[in-house]
């Protein structure tokens, strides 16, 4: 497979973007079953794809969140994707909405699923529950 480096570089700077250090980790991860697989996700997800001008970092992963819910099917990505979001600028209230409005078009089970791991998403980032109150000191 030939790599552009710099599609390869810029990929990888995105990565890092959304959570320090998950370029490197993903890519010794795939790595270990395939030496070209890395690429696939540096190259084309996100140094082809996410880099593209005309949507922000925020708004591709609000967009990949409420994506992810619909599936269904990817916990362990839709959790990276949260706390990706948190880290570039989405509001714990903004995630919320998103799982909220995909009871609509992904149904009410999906909306469930996404609020489990809004939940341990939040849990894992120590941020409060929008809709609890802190206790005063």
Do not use: W
């Not at 980790?25 to 540096?42: G, K, Q, Y």
């Not at 570039?88 to 699923?113: D, K, S, W």
């Amino acid at each position: 497979m030939i790599s552009n480096l710099e599609t390869t570089q810029k990929g990888m700077q995105i990565m890092d973007a959304l959570e320090e250090g998950l370029a490197k980790r993903v890519c010794n991860r795939l790595s270990e079953l395939d030496s070209d697989l890395p690429r696939l996700i540096t190259d084309y997800a996100f140094g082809s794809v996410v880099a593209r001008p005309g949507l922000d970092l925020k708004v591709r992963e609000m967009i990949t969140v409420a994506s992810l819910i619909t599936l269904g099917n990817a916990t362990p990505q839709l959790e990276l994707h949260m706390k990706a979001a948190l880290n570039v600028g989405v509001t714990p209230e903004e995630l919320l909405e998103i799982v909220i409005q995909m009871a609509v078009y992904a149904g009410v089970p999906a909306c469930m699923n996404g609020l489990a791991s809004y939940r341990k998403v939040m849990n894992d980032k120590g941020l409060t529950l929008p809709g609890l109150k802190q206790e005063a000191i």
